[in-house]
């Protein structure tokens, strides 16, 4: 099935008409030759001293995004300061993944499990280091956690009209599950979901 049959018709997705459906079959995340990487950025688990640049950069990011209002950007930087951090990581400690390139901070992931699933709550990049692969090695090393605890399936939300996001999901395997109007924050979002398989 076409995944653009998924999309409610009355939408209009440019960024999703960019792509072709045999890149989109491809699974481009377990695709060795993507040229992410591992050649440019690290991907690990965060240290504990690591958690006060991770929630900074976390702040920083979200602050700079046009597509979130006021509340929504308070209320998302006041979940993910070092200390919540610490003690979802001590719950779950592949909870945040953070990419490093030659030792500098770059990108972070944070997704946690739920009930059968994971959820990838938040993937950002230093606008630094846009454009590198770093989303995708992140999003590559998502889908490893995924494998690892024998989920089926990632899923998670974007703003409709962040692009970036929206076409790196794409390119990540996600597919759009729905559009939801008026709803966190009052804005509108769109759910992906990405099938690992078992
Ligand atoms: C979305 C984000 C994480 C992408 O990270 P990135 O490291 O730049 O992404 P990559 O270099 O791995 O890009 C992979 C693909 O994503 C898409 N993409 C990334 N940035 C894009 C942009 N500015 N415009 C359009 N497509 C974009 C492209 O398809 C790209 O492949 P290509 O470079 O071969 O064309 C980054 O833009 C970001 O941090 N945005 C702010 C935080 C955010 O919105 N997080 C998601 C919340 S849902």
Redesign the pocket.
Known sequence: MDYRSCIPSQIAYP?LSSLDNKELSMGMVSNPRT??GAKFAKITSPKDEDLLDLGEMFAV??NG?P?YNAIAKNSEISKYQPGSLAAAIKGDPDFAQIARVDGELA?FCFSQKDDGLIWLS????SPK??????????LAALERRARSCRSHKIW????TD????C??L??SGFRPICKVTNHWYGQDFILWERYIGY
């Open positions: 960024f040229r992410v990011i979200v995004l597509y990108g938040w993937f950002g990049v280091y846009r454009r590198q692969g770093i989303g995708r090695a992140l998670c939300d974007s703003r962040n692009a970036p996001s076409n790196l794409n390119r």
